[in-house]
């Protein structure tokens, strides 16, 4: 019982119907980024995105495979699952190892493409996720959203 309400809780503060699951392995800072930026497009009477697991897993990849590599930009097609019709894809780094979710969602609606790309009523769900390591020499914050439908 206990765990049901705590789904529940989630999924409530997620802006997800109940039994709509969040990614069960988002930690606070990626389930802060979602609030935020549902928190925004509803102040702009736009629909809430749903969390998907392999949106989630996608971002956090894409955030990785950019610190390994030591290199930050957009890919010619964005790296989701085959099964997501439509996709966008926010990017966003700074230096130290805090993660700052709202700072990164700020930034993102001060970009008019990055602004456009959140409020956008074409997506539906929504994965998001960070990698910390060092990029350019410095330790650095990647994040990653991928928005998407189905």
Known sequence: MRRIAALLA???????PPGA?????AGPAELEMIRTINGIRQAHG????????????????????????DRFGHLAQIPVAPRWRTAGEAL????GWRLRPRRTVEL????????E?????????????AARGRYRRAKATMWVAHLASP
């Open 10 to 16: 989630v999924s409530a503060a997620l802006g997800a």
């Open 21 to 25: 699951s969040a990614s069960a392995s």
């Open 46 to 69: 736009v629909p809430r995105l749903r969390p998907a697991d392999s949106l989630f897993d996608s971002a956090r990849r894409y955030a990785v495979r950019m610190m390994r590599t």
């Open 92 to 95: 966003e780094w700074h230096t």
């Open 108 to 115: 993102w609606m001060a970009s008019r493409a990055h602004r």
């Open 117 to 129: 790309l959140l409020l956008s009523r074409r997506f539906t769900r929504i994965g998001v996720g």
